[in-house]
């Protein structure tokens, strides 16, 4: 339920015959529904629900071509930016995982001061928040009590498979181990770019936390 297959709107795939090989890649891993989510920034992917649909197009017609049948539906991650402000306020509808449920990110670089506040104003608009990776965040590393804050307000969390593996770095792969013990997940993504990813995933050790988080929470069975 987070990927970056749709080709050549994002830092994702390039272009259909690269979303092809990936989207064989994660077939062969088990994957059998695909909900693929192109970044969404007013700074560097000027997205919106035509230029994504545009792309899911082609990728729809490249699959054809090949007489590949699967299921691979569009919504996007939405940054939390000026662009989500606006579209709050002026009512653009946002493209949903399912439901209401919308995928968002913040910057790397720092804490978003007014993240509550948006988060607030979407689900005032009756979207559920989805905080997409949030183990990747090193701001929040030294303070995991904020997780909880977030989580609280009613926003869910979906972790990156690749962040259990050490593939981000350690503190990546810590700070998720914190959100499984503490019940903080709710649901995994690939958040798959292109092939280095692929081959992660293919490496990816079935470690305690995830194993705990199929026993305990079912978070791998969720289905979207
Ligand atoms: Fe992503």
């Known amino acids: 339920m987070h990927s970056h297959l749709l080709p050549g ?8 015959e ?3 090989r990936l989207i064989k890649g994660l077939q062969d891993l ?5 909900i693929t989510t192109p970044h969404v920034m007013e700074d560097l992917f000027r997205n919106n629900k035509r230029t994504i649909k545009d792309a899911h197009i082609c990728l729809i017609d490249k699959l054809k071509e090949l007489k590949m049948d699967l299921s691979i539906r569009y919504a996007a991650e939405y940054l939390l930016d000026g662009n989500v402000d606006s579209m709050l306020e002026k009512k653009i509808p946002m493209l949903t995982l399912k439901d ?9 670089v720092s ?8 988060l607030f104003e979407m689900q005032m ?3 559920q928040p989805v905080f997409a990776h949030p183990e ?28 259990f593996s050490g593939y981000y770095g350690t503190p990546v792969r810590q700070a ?24 992660a995933l293919r490496d990816l050790p079935y470690t305690p936390s995830l194993q705990k988080l199929v026993a305990e929470q079912g978070v791998m069975n969720r289905k979207l």
């Open 9 to 16: 709107i994002d830092d994702g795939s390039p272009d259909p």
């Open 18 to 20: 690269t979303s092809v």
């Open 30 to 34: 088990g994957y059998k529904k695909f």
């Open 100 to 108: 209401k449920m919308v995928l968002v990110e913040v910057s790397f």
């Open 111 to 118: 804490p978003p001061i007014y993240l509550k506040e948006v």
């Open 125 to 127: 608009k009756g979207y």
């Open 136 to 163: 990747r965040y090193g701001f929040y590393h030294a303070k995991p009590a904020e997780y909880e804050e977030i989580r609280d307000m009613g926003c869910l969390f979906q972790c990156n498979l690749l962040s």
């Open 176 to 199: 998720a181990e914190y959100l499984v013990k503490n019940g903080l997940v709710d649901l995994l993504g690939t958040d798959l770019h292109h092939d280095k990813h692929l081959q």
